[in-house]
Each structure stands twice: as C-alpha cells, then as structure tokens.
C-alpha cells in the first residue's frame, strides 16, 4: 500500500554510534544533574576541607568544637529526639482513634488533619509566637489579666516551646503512615485474638500495635528528618533568645561571615556535621523500610472492626475536637485577628481593626510586592523546569534504561535528603564565581537553581510512576504505525502521563509559593521571596504587616491547592 | 503480500543468546505460526523483525529491501519499516478513541484528511467494528479492543502484519472465534502474517506453515501442520505437539524390548525405524491399544471418563503411561482401577536417548 521509501540519514541517526534522541537525553540528564546536584554538594566538601592550598581538617575539628556550635547540635539533638517522640505518641493516638474506634465526625478530623501541611511552618511558628510569646503573646497577656499573674505562664521562646510547635506541625506525618496501616491491615488478625478470649487492651497492646511497627517507625524517622533540617520554626521561635540549632546556626555564621572565606568554609563544615547527623537517621530509616515489613499487611482495603469507644465516646470527641481547633484553627485565626489589628498587641476591639496592613504591604511597599512577582516567577519557573527535567529524568531512568541509571536516580532525590539550609550554602559556593565565572549570587537565578535541586524528585517521582503504568508496546505500537520516536513521545507517552505531570507541576509550585529555608541563605536586594519578606517583616517588628503578607501567601496557597484537586479531580472523570 | 527473509539472525541479552544464527524464509500471502514454549525467543523475532531490538548478526529482508544488516551497518527505524503490529495486550492508546487509534498511521503518512476516513471505515469494517467508531478503548471489551488493534494493524500496512500472541488474553470461545476471522481477513486481503504463539492447536488451525522453535533458540522442525503431526523431527517436537509417552527401549538378541525395572519384550524383531541398539520410544495415548494377546502385561492405576473417550493411567513396571480410548465406538469397553491388561503399541516413533 505504501512504498517502503527508506532514509538513509534516518537510518544511521538510529544506528550504532549515532546521535539518537535517547543518547541526547541521557546526555542532558547527566549535565543538568550534575550542574545542578553535583557542583553544589562537591563544593560544600571543598570548602570545608581545603584551605585554599591543602587540605585542612583543622577548621572542621575547630568549628565542631566551638562552644556555640556544640550548644546548636545539642539543640537539634534535643528538639529532634522529642518532638519526634511527641509527634509519634500524638500521631499513633489520633490514627488508631480515626482508624480503629466508632468515633465520631471522622471527616471533619482528617479535613483538619490536612490544613498543617498547607501552611508553612514557619508561618504556623509565627503565629504561635503571637499567641504565646513571653513578651507580650495574646493568649499569654489574657491569661495575665484573667488569674492576675505578674509573669507571662508560656514561654514558647524556648527549647521545649519548640519542641511543642514541631510536634503540632509534625504528628500528622506519623498518623498518616499509621493510619493508611491500619486501613490496609487484615482485621481477621485482631478478630481472631478476640475470639480466642483477649481483651479488647491485650489485643492493642499484642496484635495492633507490633502489627503497624513499621509504619509507626517510618512515620517517626520522617519526622525525626524533617525536624532535624528544619528552620522556620527554631529561626521564628529561637532567635529572640538566641536558641541556635544546626541549621539556623549555619545561617547565622554565614549572615556574620559577610562573604569572607572562613566564615563561608565555618558554615560548609556546619553543613556537613548537620548532613552527617541527618544520614544516620536516613539510614536507619532505609533499613527500616527493606527489612522488617510484615506481609499481613496488604494492598486492598479491608473493612476493619471498629472498636466500641462506649461511655468514652463524647468526652474523647469532645478533646479531639478541643486539640485539633487548637492546634490547626487558632494559629489561622490568629494570624488573620493580627492582619487586620491597627499595631501588634491592640487588644481585637472593634476601634482597633484597619485594612491599613494590607494597604501597606501592596501600595507602599516595593519589597513587598517584589515578593509576591518574586515567589510566582520562581514557583512558576522552578515547577516548569522541574517537570521538564524530571520527566525527561524519569523516562530514561525507567524507559530507556541506560547503565548509568541508578546514578542518575541517586543523584536526582540526593538533595530531598540534604536539608535546604545545606543545598543553599552549597549553591552560594557553587555560583559565586567559583565555574566558567558565573555569578549567580544576590541574583534571582541561584534561588531558582536551589529550588530545582530540592524539588526535582517531586516530579521524578510523580512521573516516574505514571510511566511505569504506560506499557512499552503502546510506543512500539506508534513506532510500528509511522511515528518517529519524536513524535511517539508527543503523541502517545507524554499524553498518557499528562495528569501525573500537572499534578507533578503543582507539586513543585506549592512548596516554592511558601518556601523560607533555602531563599533566606540566597535572596539578594531584588529577589526576595514570599517567605523571605514575611520572616524580615516580622524580624523588623512589623508583625501585623507581616500578618497581613501571611494571610496573602496561604489564601494563594489555597488557591493553587484548588486549582490541582480541581485538575486531578476533572481527569479521574475524564 | 510480501516476501519476508530472515538470514543469520543471533540475538543475546548480556550473556544469554535468546536466537542463534536463525534463518527463515516466509513466501508471500502465508500465514507463518512461529511456535515455541515460553522463552524460546518467538517474540525476540518479532521484535527483530519490527526493529523494536538491533541484533548482533545477520540480516532482515522484507520485500526484498534490507530492513537490518549487521555487515552493512543498516538499521531502519520501526516507523520506515512499514510493518502492522498486533501486540498481545492489544496496545491500543487509552487517551484516543477507536477512529483516532486507527487513523493514527495514515495521519503518521500524511495522508490527506478525505483519504483517512474512508480507510479507516474500510479497516473498520474488516474487523465487524463499524459502529464503534467514536468508542474510547476503556468501553470497550477485550474482544473488541483487539479487533480494534487488528485494524490498526491494517491501515498500518494491510501487506505484512505481525502478531504477537493477539488473542492469548481472550476468553476460549472468542479465542476461537477470532482465529476464524483472521482466517477469513487473511485470505481476503492476501496479507503475509506472522503469527507467535505459544499454542500449537492455534497455530495448526491458522497457519499455512509452522515453525517450531526450540527452548535453546534454534528451528525444531518447519513445515505444514501435517507434516509436523506425521514426521515429527525429532523428540522435542514430537513432545510439544501433543500429549505424549516415552518409554526407553533396548535392542536384545534381535528382540526389541522395553527397558524399565525389568525388560519385558515387546517386539520379536527388530522394528524398522530403529537404529542402533538402545533408543526412546515416543507414542501418543490414542496409538496404544489394549489387547488380552499382548506380551506387555500392565495394571489400570486410574480411569477417567472424559465423555467421548476414556483417559487411563496404566502402570508398567518402573513406568505410568497414558491411554486414550475412544467411547463411543461400538466395540467400546471401559476397564476399571486395578484391572490387568495387557498394551499393543501402533504408531510408534523411535528417537535418541540421552544414556545411549
């Protein structure tokens, strides 16, 4: 029907020792993750070791000795260890409360459930500063005046203050993996154990809870992990007193440094005390996840027993309620009383409310709006790149299936495990000069550099696993039917991934709309962020300005997180 | 209609060769069935054929073109090679609806629009899927999908078409049915077709030559399907093709015997197709008949009364074998569980044995 009509050309393109379209994404692959992955962490390692002429393991012994570096460690250790341990206890409580019990009014508890991971956390910090700080804290100053106390009661100004916050913000990370344990598990086990005679306690205490052990433990490691790295909540909470952990103590030296050599190579060996302590638990959690999995737990969802909560059933809901409208409503609400307050610390009277704080951030405040342009540029961009990247990632790691292809996976999720204090720092160094010249610093391009690197396997992942559903005879097929590898990718692969692509753009654009950690080490004079202004904001003492900005950046939260349900929602009709 | 020459083809995953030096010529308009057990590297050839794997020697001619030469450094692109592709999980594109699926390779050829749709309504109507025009896939049952994917096949080239185990994923009543269609398909278009399959009854109803492969990559036997029946080529044919027992047997004093726990003698001269002195003697359960004359006494260990025949189990000392009885002749008779009888063996096949 058709003449074979055969392009030499084409022929040998595809052919040995040609250029094929697979050998030319590979190729990118390995120059974008090494630019962008590689140059940094290699740099944070040159620095702390080198002293310009030879390696210099001094320094490190000294940085590591210091005794405000020393605090800063025992700090992180200190916080990490017991919000982890809090947020477990909290976590296991609520999932197996959702999971396990008759309690009612259980859609509204996993709605709430939800909301911390839409704020950011050092939004959240902020908020219960406003509530609880030891100088002047609303909730704190009513309390004064309502039981005549001369001393402030709270204090989140402090360690254990932070130890609180991270454990509100945390444990849902804990009763998520539980709670999805428990819904997978095969409620025959627990029946069996009642029917031969134990007692409703016996059968938590035996059956349940070693049963979700290892969702317990993975819930409790991301935890941990996610505590260690994190800034906002020490840097909003901690500064004031000068409560140092490892990361804000590394933004510290770096701010102190000015740009000099020492304190730029004090801050990478900071860096890589923090990436040390962060592996062990990474490592642990690696081991966790391979070994130790019980197979009683399966796929498909089975209806489990549900536990009669009986005579505890109201007062339980009555204190789950109370827990969940405090920990999740009353920093939201906080942060919008504040917004619309004349200055920080009116008392909420009708007299005392104006629009006057969003007034000013818009119309007089260039930095401000430079922030909002600034996040929405950077959000739109990082998340543009990062599927392109990641899902030209994704199709060679997992499609074209070259040697090299664990490395590139490696590489890709390595910045996920390095906390973003460290990426920055490690960015800083990277391009300040230090390849072919190019100096990015105190520019906009480095923050979005850094944001690529931490976020790509957002993408990888979301892509990754909708390509693996797209069984390679659908591309054979096209191949077969005249199409061009080219045209094969644009006409049957990446339509078939579409959703998970979008999803995976909003993945990467939400965290970049709130992100602090990274932009505070990285933003210049005209690239401040969202997070960057709202924090400076409130460090200068314009806190309901501040507020205002917060309230700004979560309704923009809320509005893209909408705009994706809305999306995903449409496909799974579609 | 057109001529396919495989010559020299060796393909190797790593270190495992799946096809060595594999040659094959496929005359046009037939259906070729490429038989083997799973493994063999059927779908190895198919995908050699169709370009989807470069091999490390030999040569890929269709129509007299060189699709794929390793000497002279040639490699056409799947998409210039013109080939229809039946997959065996259909592969039609979920996102696109039955009329774009099957226009896709005339789009891909840059045919005119007004062109398009009366051969896609042409290939449609091929496969009885008329109505289904504006169809997605996912409304669409198995059966349907894979007609679906045959007339895509089509439009993509109605002259060569490989399918690969196209309807192993079916029911056994539409497997049947569809057999027939592609029959009836082929024979109207004058399609060369290359057909894998794991199923040799399929392949003996479909094809017009088989090729057997063996489990090491080489051609076991090519013929038609009686050939293959009457003049297996060798054991691992004869095995493949149906159900079958294998008795070790030994040449003794001019007798031909059994060799099992003991020798019983089963034959007073030396049987014509044998040669040498020791050998495996192959035979299908329907050739043995059960004969009170016979010198092979044998015990009935099981019966199973399948309807039209009965299916026994019968021991010989060190050995069960099968038997199949026709039971609906007039002579028919059943035997039960225990019974001594004595085994007269027709058609019988003689073949290497390993020890000899």
Redesign the interface.
Known sequence: MFSRAINRDLAHLEGKGGFSLDRLMIILCYVALITVVILPVFMILYYAFWDGTKIDIAMFKQVIFQKSNIRSMWNTLVIGVFSTALATAVGVFFAWLLGRSDIPMKGLMKFLFSIPFMIPPFLAAMSWDMMFSGRGGYVNKALMSLFNLTKAPFNINSVAGIIVIEVVYYFPFVYMQVVSALERMDPTLEESARIAGASQLYVIRRITLPLTIPAISSGMLLVLITSLSNYGIPAMLGYSQSIFTLPTMIVELMNRAGGSFEGIRQSAALSIVLVFIVSIALLVQRRLLTHGRYDIIKGKSMRPMLIKLRGAKYPLLAFSLLFLSLIVVAPIVMIILVSFVKAYGLPFLAKNLTLANFRRIFVGNIMVRDSVKNSLFLAFSAASFCLLLGTMLAYVIYKVKPKGGTALEMMAVLPYSLPGTVMAIGCILAWSGAFFGITLYNTIWIILVAYIARYLSYVLKSSSAALQQVHGSLEEAARSCGASHMQTLKDVTLPLIKPAMISGFFLVFLPCMRELTTSILLYGPKSRTLGVAIYQLRINGQIAPAAALSVVTITLIIICNNIVKAITRDKKRG | MEKVELEGICVSYGEHMVLRDLSLKIEPGQIIGIVGPSGCGKTTIA?AI???IKPQQGTIK??G?TMFSHKD?????????????V???Y?I???LSVYDNIA??LK??GLPKEEISPRVHYALEQVNMVAYEKYMPSQLSGGQQQRV?IA??LT????FLIMDEPITNLDAKLREQMLVEIRILQQRLGTTIIYITHDQEAAMQLCDKIVILAPDGSIAQIGSDEEIIRNPANRFVFQFIGVSNFIPVVIDDGKAFFDLEKKIPYKSHIPGKMTGTKAMLGIRPMDIVFDEDSPVRATVAQAIFLGNMYNYFVRLPGMEIRVQQIAISENAKSYSEGQEVGLAFLEERYFEREDA
């Open positions: 995908r169709c370009g989807f269709i129509d073109k450094r040639v490699d056409i692109p799947p998409e210039q090679r013109h080939i229809g592709v997959f065996q999980d592969a594109w979920p996102h896709y390779p891909k050829r994917a895509r096949a993509s080239s109605s002259d």
